[in-house]
């Protein structure tokens, strides 16, 4: 069965939102999903570009008051 | 009587048990306290200066010593690695078959080097993170004579400065050896800037500019090739190189990952600001073992440390948490040609760096020997 796992990196300076997404990503069995909250406007921008360069999925990309919720799909 | 097991005497481990056998002394002397450390190893590394070793700038020696002169005489201190951590029970049983359990519980295990996850990585390629790592590249670039070097940044890693300073200081290194001009050096990075700290990353920029090193960013290992010598992301690009240098990802301990309920990849779900396990009150985890997205560094761990030693020491003396955890985070970071700077943060206050000096650089010096101090829980 596959699972959510929830990266709260909201105010995350060092080593950063994207950092650890791709860290939990390779803990994680394809199908399984994390969702990601970042308050860095850059992350949110980055997060789509990378998984279409490297073939994950971008399940939603959604903005709260004050970040972002990205969940990605591990594709492969 | 109160047991504090402690599991882990790092930098993290030996921190939170000198730091209560100080705070809780009266306790600890009349026998109403009782402190255990157990470790895997008798002896104490302190990690920073691998750096320094692989450019031969310090002998292991300098850097090693006897875990027991580190630890305050009255801790109970037993070198039997631990193979299940029972958090619910607060039991630990070790290689040998002893079983320690104590009212309060502290997992202090830090991370380990897991190079062989990316194919023909442990093979191919140098890395300064162990004492063997670093003396092998020392020996290696005593006699490299220039060619192309890359490298190679791996997620997740610890002392997030090491990878822009073992850059700077090769540069060095090769320079003062003659054999920069012949030489090239790559950095790779796994995700869009060079440095995972955006000041950073915009220092070094320019900095990089200046002194000829070429970056390579969203380069996530896929695979080394030892044979023909390349490197290839699961971006799509492959570096040639005649010397790899990698920055290895890491995991936590396994026994961890096997015996603490939720703890991927060895991380424990830590409460960012009590530093409690998710889930209890009396189970605390400190360094590199927290799975906080915070960075993985020997300041992390001191300060995570102390909130312990503070709390721990609070609740059995006034039944009460003293304070939180603030997501303090303080990095020299060595720049090359004898300086250096720093970086500190937390979590509601970014990081700014200064400029280098060469005052910072010999303060790092200094620090480098006062380490033993920290260890001791008396800086």
């Not at chain 1, 570009?49 to 799909?73: E, N, P, Q």
Request: glycine content about 8%; some cysteine.
């Amino acid at each position: 069965m596959s699972e959510r796992k929830l990266i709260d990196a909201r105010g995350a300076a060092c080593p950063g939102p994207m950092m650890e997404l791709i860290a939990m990503l390779k803990l994680l069995e394809v199908g399984d999903e994390v969702e990601l909250l970042s308050t860095d406007p850059g992350t949110a921008a980055d997060v789509p570009t990378w998984c279409d360069k490297v073939g994950h999925k971008l399940v939603s990309k959604t903005k709260a008051d004050d970040h972002w919720i990205l969940v990605v799909g591990k594709a492969k | 009587m109160k047991k504090i097991i402690v599991v882990g005497g790092g930098m993290a481990g030996s921190i939170v048990a000198n730091g209560l056998a100080r705070k809780l002394n009266k306790e600890l002397n009349n026998g109403l306290v009782n402190i255990t450390v157990i470790s895997a190893t008798d002896k104490h590394l302190y990690q920073p200066g691998l750096l320094y070793l692989a450019f031969g700038r310090v002998r292991e020696n300098e850097l090693i010593r006897d875990q027991k002169t580190i630890l305050d005489k009255r801790i109970e201190f037993h070198v039997d690695p631990a193979i299940n951590i029972d958090t619910q029970a607060k039991k630990v049983t070790t290689k040998s078959g002893k079983v320690f359990e104590g009212n309060y519980l502290v997992i202090a295990t830090g991370s380990r080097l897991v190079p062989e996850t990316v194919p023909g990585l442990a093979e191919g390629a140098h890395q300064f993170y162990s004492v063997d790592g670093a003396k092998k590249l020392r020996d290696t670039l005593k006699t490299f004579e220039g060619g192309k070097i890359v490298i190679n940044v791996n997620a997740p890693h610890k002392c997030p400065v090491a990878p822009i300073e073992i850059t700077c200081m090769l540069h060095d290194f090769l320079t003062e050896k003659g054999v920069m001009e012949k030489s090239e050096i790559t950095y790779t990075y796994p995700v869009g800037r060079v440095h995972a700290m955006e000041p950073v990353a915009n220092w070094a920029v320019p900095e990089f500019e200046k002194l000829g090193i070429k970056s390579e960013t969203l380069f996530n290992t896929k695979e080394v090739n030892v044979d023909k010598k390349t490197i290839t992301s699961e971006e799509g690009v492959t570096l040639n190189y005649d010397l790899l240098i990698t920055i290895p990802p890491h995991k936590g301990q396994q026994v961890v990952e096997d015996s603490v309920p939720d703890a991927k990849g060895g991380w424990c779900p830590t409460d960012k600001k009590k530093l409690y396990l998710e889930g209890t009150t009396d189970v605390f985890i400190c360094g590199d073992t927290t799975n906080i997205p915070i960075s993985k560094a020997g300041s992390t761990a001191h300060f995570e440390a102390d909130t312990i030693v503070d709390n721990i020491s609070s609740l059995i003396q006034e039944g009460t948490m003293a304070r939180d955890y603030d997501g303090k985070v303080f990095c020299f970071i060595e720049t090359g040609k004898e300086e250096g700077s720093y970086v500190w943060f937390n979590y509601t206050t970014p990081p700014a760096p200064g400029l280098p000096t060469k005052a910072v650089h010999r303060f790092k010096l200094a620090y480098n020997k006062m380490y033993w101090l920290s260890a001791k829980g008396l800086l």
